[in-house]
């Protein structure tokens, strides 16, 4: 009799243990984490759960994430992108899936984002205001360096934060995707419409990055604005032109 019952109880402490396992609270999150993320405000489950208040960084230089939901689909932990991961506060919004290697790889698939580039003067003195979007079928990342992408982003009514009141732009589209070289990144830019016209490409390389941009239009031509583009623009008869090379 016991050995008919061997393996029902097997069986019994198997399906007890994933039970348990799907049981797991969301806040277990916190041992996955790197410790500049913060935290707090959790629900639900670790395959299936929310937090209501995320942000990364620990000075004042923090970018907030707000609500942030996640779905994990167990069955694809060591294949492909597992991880369902979206993001809100206010008009900002992030969605994505995740995917990570045991080699250190990150790879991240059906990107979308939307944010108010304000949120930016966190990390950088930025002059720029507008809205920034942008939509990517993938990123993948080793490390910390980004190895390939393929997407568009749009910076949507630019304008020049000046002291003296903002100076509209205009509205600017960014094809992304893999460069020539193994690691580089090309986006090439056009203007969709707006007083200051851009047309070029930025290369961002493993450890380097080159920026070649032609300006013309009525803002490209105003004394005002180039002067305080000066440290970085050369003037030309239709306007002025960013050529920038360097390391990082």
């Known amino acids: 009799m016991s050995r008919s019952k061997g393996p029902w109880i097997v069986i019994a402490a198997g399906v007890l243990l994933v039970l348990l396992t799907?049981?797991?609270p969301a806040s277990a999150v916190r041992w996955f984490l790197p410790a500049q993320a913060g935290v707090t405000g959790f629900s639900g489950t670790i395959?299936?759960?929310k937090a209501l208040r995320c942000w990364w960084g620990r000075t004042e230089r923090r970018i907030v994430l707000g609500s942030v939901t996640w779905r994990i689909e167990p069955w694809r932990l060591f294949w492909s992108t597992p991880v369902s991961l979206s993001?809100?506060?206010g008009a900002q919004r992030?969605?994505?899936?995740?995917?990570?290697?045991?080699?250190?790889d990150l790879t991240l698939a059906d990107t979308n984002l939307s944010f108010d580039t304000q949120i930016l003067s966190a990390l950088?003195?930025?002059f720029i205001g507008?809205?920034?979007s942008g939509q990517f079928s993938t990123i993948?990342?080793?490390g910390e360096q980004l190895q390939r992408t393929s997407g568009k982003a749009i910076l949507e009514n630019a304008v020049w934060t000046a002291r003296s009141g903002d100076i509209p732009l205009g509205t600017y589209h960014l094809a992304i995707d893999t460069g020539e070289a193994d690691g580089e990144v090309l986006g090439v830019v056009k203007t969709l419409g707006g007083a200051l016209q851009l047309a070029g490409n930025v290369v961002l390389g493993p450890a380097s990055y080159r920026i070649n941009l032609q300006a013309t239009g009525p803002v490209a031509l105003d004394d005002s604005f180039r002067g305080a583009v000066a440290m970085l623009a050369t003037p030309t008869a239709a306007g002025f032109g960013i050529n920038l090379e360097g390391t990082y």
């Open 87 to 89: 993001s809100e506060w």
């Open 140 to 142: 993948e990342l080793q």
């Open 22 to 24: 799907l049981q797991i």
């Open 130 to 132: 507008g809205r920034f």
């Open 47 to 49: 395959w299936s759960g």
């Open 124 to 126: 950088m003195p930025l």
């Open 94 to 104: 992030f969605e994505t899936r995740l995917g990570y290697s045991l080699g250190g």
